[in-house]
């Protein structure tokens, strides 16, 4: 009887031993699969699928694209299509006391002659050329303005001022010919205005903008009363596309010397069958700022003839043989200055 009861107790004591091993074996694998999900868990924002073998630098890519996505700005909105910071008409001022420094000062945003609005994505992008020789104080007063007068259009744009190399008889047109095919190297600028130096816009609703037209800017300014100078008048200040400019091969590149090469181009434009466009007289006012004549800009006695001759010439005679040498390009603060060697007046 007591051997019986040795028996039967050994063989609960083996039961217990077996039932408290599949218990410690269970207990390990549910320990071991809940750090394997902690492992493997993941951001609640971030969705994956973890494959048998990736890599940790496969993981730590896929992570920081994540959190690329998620730093990454939203889109700006389109600028609208008028800007609650136009002012209209202001009274210009030119203070003999001014500075490149103090309109440097004034116009932190701008970098290397270009802007961009802050808030929006502006709905043209425009280049400001401006063909310049020896107007030093017209050109800062014209960028005194003309920089806060741009940025209150909420417009992106660049300012590129082409200067006329040597000292021989200016070609305003050839000169504009050089700003656009150098403007087109840094961007693929929507749309072009061609700018002299001495004229400065006075009411901001005077967009510097293209159209689906030529579109002439100065209809008025104060030496003439604020009226067109005469009928098809198409200098100063005009704006064109790229598409536009490139239908009519641009300026014609022989007009040396004061007058001819803007009605050169308003020919261009009816050959193509274009017409001007204009703002309101009320808006499109200019302030000229007084000078003498330039020595090297004289009235260019031969312009009438060559005007006579634009609808045979304009096809060979503009942008497609502008030639010319770049001598510098300076990426100054409030503009981009192109210095170039045109050449000279060649015997027709």
Request: net charge positive; glycine share 6%.
């Amino acid at each position: 009887m007591a051997f019986c009861s040795v028996c039967k107790f050994l063989r609960r004591g083996k039961y217990f031993v077996l039932l408290l091993l599949v218990l410690s074996v269970l207990a390990w694998i549910a320990t071991f699969a809940g750090e394997t999900m902690k492992s493997v868990q993941v951001s609640p924002t971030t969705v994956q699928t973890v494959h048998k073998g990736e890599t940790l630098e496969g993981e730590l890519n896929s992570l920081r694209s994540v959190t690329d996505l998620q730093n990454t700005p939203a889109p700006k909105v389109k600028c609208p299509e008028e800007s609650p910071l136009l002012q209209g008409a202001l009274k210009l001022s030119f203070e003999s006391s001014l500075t490149l420094k103090d309109v440097e000062q004034e116009n932190k945003a701008v970098a290397e002659g270009q802007y961009r609005p802050p808030d929006c994505t502006a709905r043209q992008s425009v280049a400001i050329l401006i063909p310049h020789r020896n107007r030093e104080k017209h050109l800062l007063y014209l960028l005194h303005h003309l920089h806060p007068f741009l940025q209150r259009q909420q417009l992106h744009y660049s300012i590129y001022v082409i200067q006329q190399a040597g000292d021989a008889t200016f070609n305003r047109a050839k000169l504009l010919n050089v700003g656009y095919l150098e403007a087109l190297k840094d961007y693929n600028w929507e749309c072009f205005i061609f700018h002299d130096v001495d004229l400065v816009p006075e009411n901001d609703y005077n967009l510097y903008i293209c159209d689906k037209q030529p579109k002439h800017l100065v209809v008025g300014r104060n030496a003439t009363g604020y009226k067109l100078r005469y009928k098809g008048y198409f200098g100063g200040v005009t704006a064109m596309t790229k598409d536009q400019f490139h239908k009519v091969n641009g300026f014609s590149n022989i007009y040396w010397g004061w007058g001819g090469e803007d009605d050169d181009l308003r020919i261009r434009v009816e050959l193509q069958k274009m017409k001007i466009v204009r703002p309101p007289p009320d808006v499109a006012r200019y302030t000229m700022v007084f000078h003498k004549r330039d020595s090297g800009n004289e009235i260019n006695k031969d312009r009438m003839r060559l005007l006579g001759r634009t609808p045979q010439v304009w096809r060979k005679d503009g942008l497609k043989n502008c030639l010319y040498k770049t001598l510098s390009i300076e990426r100054l603060p409030l503009y981009v200055n192109v210095t170039v060697d045109i050449g000279k007046p060649q015997a027709s």
